[in-house]
């Protein structure tokens, strides 16, 4: 499967729906899984932690669109930290995918 899936040819690379089909994928109960499924569900944002980013100069706007498109960069990384942080100190939050439940969003 592997193979299939890092093939540079398209033609001949797995598509995802390939990938959902195979017996390997299919192992994972995706129903007791206890995070989010990025890309069939939304990723819940604390919005006071995103305040937190103007205390590190980042935009607001453009940090909530980065986390709910699930961006990979600093803005990023400095609101997982910040979260990790506000959860640790005892804070609840909408966004603590660990008690993930969707019909908190």
Do not use: C
Not at 51 to 80: G, P, W
Request: proline residues 4%; glycine residues 4%.
């Amino acid at each position: 499967m592997i193979e299939k899936i890092l093939k540079t040819d398209p033609t001949e690379r797995y598509t995802i729906e390939d990938i959902r089909a195979h017996t390997w994928y299919k192992q994972v109960n995706t129903r007791d899984y206890g995070g989010i499924i990025v890309g069939m569900q939304p990723i819940p944002v604390d919005v006071e932690v995103v305040d937190m980013l103007t205390e590190h100069k980042f935009d607001l706007l453009q940090a909530r669109k980065y986390i709910e498109n699930n961006r990979h960069n600093s803005v990023t990384t400095t609101y997982y930290l910040l979260l990790k942080r506000y959860i640790r100190q005892g804070n609840k939050s909408i966004a603590d995918i660990t008690k993930y439940n969707p019909k908190n969003i």
